[in-house]
């Protein structure tokens, strides 16, 4: 097949994850909750979920790919709305450490769950499809990961206890995961693991 003049596949799929990306977007402002987060917001309360307890702004601005002003606002207007805590960090005396306070935590465990809408959206596609869309999602994820477009995700293709092709017979579940020693298949890909360690 040849690609229709004007609209080559690449620009295409690139016009489709920017759509994908508007519908999360408008999905966390519809979801701004009781202390009326802005989706940045919820994505540094959600990091804390995630990832870490207590968490310097630094490591804020690189996991989410943004700049210190921007997240050193964010930050304040969390502290004033009783959402994050911040004290001395003391392996540095030059930097702070934020954390959740309790009502933050309430916060992370409403933002835990994903939208209504958008899982009943999801939950459409077959699960073949599912799991295809998820081994070529990470695999992109991957390459704007090595060229430094995107932050580095706790996903199995790069976890030191990812092995890919451990059961090669077996085609619903050739990749082996060394951490909880279980073969699995695409459609079990984790691309935000608690237990991900990346490959040395
Ligand atoms: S520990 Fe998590 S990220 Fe690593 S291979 Fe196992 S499931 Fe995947």
């Known amino acids: 097949m040849t690609d229709v003049p004007g609209f080559p596949p690449n620009t295409q799929l690139l016009a489709a994850l920017t759509r994908l990306g508007q519908a999360t977007r408008m999905e966390a402002v519809r979801n701004a909750g009781p202390h009326n987060l802005s989706p940045l917001q919820a994505d540094i309360i959600s990091l804390f979920r995630r990832d870490a307890t207590a968490l310097r702004q630094s490591d804020i601005v690189t996991a989410l790919a943004s700049t210190a002003p921007t997240i050193s606002d964010a ?10 805590d911040a004290t001395a960090d003391l392996s540095d005396a030059r930097a702070r450490l934020v954390r959740l306070t309790p009502a933050g935590h309430a916060e ?17 596609l077959p699960e073949e499809e599912l799991a295809a869309i998820l081994r070529v999602g ?25 092995v890919p092709n451990a059961h090669p017979s077996d085609d619903a579940r050739p990749y082996h995961c060394n951490f909880v020693d279980a073969a699995f298949g695409d459609a079990e890909i984790r691309v ?9």
Request: hydrophobic share 35%; proline share 5%; with cysteine.
């Open 138 to 162: 990470t695999k992109l994820m991957r390459e704007l990961e090595n060229r430094n477009l995107i932050p580095t995700s706790r996903m199995c293709p790069t976890c030191r206890f990812f």
């Open 75 to 84: 930050v304040r207007v969390l502290r004033k709305k009783g959402l994050l």
């Open 108 to 124: 992370a465990t409403r933002l835990n769950v994903y939208s209504e809408s958008l899982v009943e959206a999801v939950d459409t």
């Open 192 to 200: 935000t693991c608690p237990d991900h360690e990346v490959r040395g």
